[in-house]
């Protein structure tokens, strides 16, 4: 290894040594990485992949002491993830509402790998466009599977419960994760059409409301949907999916049971 970083790079500035899983390298060779950082080769660079680098050794200290960048990764959870979708979208010099960046969490998982991945795919997609929209995803990310899951939503919305079942149990056979998806989209919806309440109030028609909720060219039945769902019932709705989440995290009820009811009660509105 310290041969390797005092050896002079060929047609580049400096030789990179990268150590994967290093814990048991840096537990077995302190001393002499230690030593390595009084004198640290001038146009080497060693990375160290560790589980743990505890901030009060010596190495710590003295990596930090010599400008070595120590960068810790940790899993994000919850709305941090949301923000740092936000913040990828960003990296790319697009615009992405935090709900929209929820949405695409409650889809992909929180593997924020993927996430960059899916992120990147978006904003190849939407070309000169400066933003990102729920439609964007929903056409990019695991289109044919999501489309069926916001179709299942709209079915229900609408009062078509046989047809809201129907694309459900279609997805539900093809996607294991398809019930957490289902979830997450549905609540979006609900936002959504709370929003759309709220601009149908101050007096915005449903051609100006459509394309601010995700309803593109979809004016009569975002009309349809706002005539059947009051904005009390969807509030209702939204405890309903909360309290679902809650058990299925505590082991009380089973996702797949629990959203197809959400999705017959939604659909079963007077």
């Known amino acids: 290894m310290l041969d390797d970083l005092a050896t002079l790079p060929l047609l580049a500035p400096r030789r990179v040594v990268l150590i994967r899983q290093a814990d048991a390298f840096v537990s077995a060779h302190r001393q002499t990485l230690e030593r390595y950082l009084d004198r640290p080769a001038p146009t080497g660079t060693l990375v160290l992949e560790c589980d743990s680098f505890p901030r009060t050794t010596r190495l710590f200290k003295m990596a930090s002491a010599v400008g070595g960048p120590i960068?810790?990764?940790?899993?994000?959870?919850?709305?941090?993830?949301?923000?740092?979708?936000?913040?990828?979208?960003s990296r790319f010099g697009k615009k992405l509402p935090r709900a929209v960046a929820q949405l695409l969490v409650d889809l992909v998982g929180t593997d924020s790998g993927m996430l960059s991945a899916e992120v990147e795919k978006l904003a190849l997609y939407v070309g000169q466009r400066p933003a990102i929209s729920a439609e964007d995803i929903a056409a990019v990310v695991a289109a044919t599977r999501e489309e069926k899951i916001f179709a299942a939503v709209d079915a229900a919305a609408t009062g078509r419960a046989a047809d809201a079942l129907r694309?459900?149990?279609?997805?539900?056979?093809?996607?294991?994760?398809?019930a957490y998806k289902a979830l997450g989209g549905l609540t979006w919806k609900l936002r959504q059409w709370l929003a759309a309440h709220r601009r149908r109030h101050d007096g915005a028609t449903p051609s100006e409301i459509a394309p601010r909720v995700g309803g593109w060219g979809r004016e009569r039945e975002l009309e349809t949907v706002l005539a059947k769902l009051s904005p009390a019932q969807a509030c209702r709705l939204l405890a309903a999916a909360a309290e679902l989440d809650s058990q299925v995290k505590s082991g009380l009820r089973s996702i797949e049971n629990g959203v197809e009811a959400l999705l017959l009660r939604l659909a079963t509105l007077d």
């Open 167 to 178: 694309l459900w149990r279609q997805v539900l056979a093809t996607d294991p994760e398809a």
């Open 71 to 89: 960068i810790e990764c940790k899993q994000l959870f919850g709305g941090a993830l949301a923000d740092y979708v936000v913040n990828e979208a």
